[in-house]
């Protein structure tokens, strides 16, 4: 019933907007083009999605940070949408931007490997 938008209590939606507005924050501080918001939005994908690969299984973190598996669970689901909306931001601010994307430096070539193994 409630798989993709939960109950949500006041606190939640009160760390939820926080999460949201902080990531805001730093995307768009001092930023001068779309180029530099594109690679700021890569950076804190991967910022965001950190947390998410942090130990063998979620009852495991949710141990270590002394919260109940329900809320570790809501915390890691924002973290993955917070990810996944920033590599798509990531993406097309580089694809708006006309970055040349050749496959000399080893940067470009993790990118294509990530996105093949994705794929």
């Known amino acids: 019933r409630y798989r993709l938008l939960g109950p949500w209590t006041r606190a939640d939606l009160i760390i939820q ?3 949201i507005t902080s990531n805001c ?4 501080f001092r930023v ?3 180029t530099t918001a594109g690679i700021r939005a890569g950076h804190l994908s991967l910022i965001n999605i950190l947390p998410l690969f942090l130990g063998p299984h979620l009852r495991f973190i949710a141990d270590v940070l002394s919260v109940s598996l329900s809320k570790f669970r809501l915390i ?3 973290a993955r949408l917070m990810s996944f909306g920033l590599v798509c931001l990531h993406v097309l601010a580089i694809a708006v931007s006309r970055t040349k994307f050749a496959l000399d430096s080893t940067t470009n070539i993790s990118a294509a490997v990530v996105i093949t193994s994705l794929l």
């Open 25 to 28: 924050f730093c995307l768009i």
């Open 32 to 34: 001068t083009d779309i």
């Open 17 to 19: 907007l926080s999460y």
């Open 76 to 78: 890691h689901r924002y």
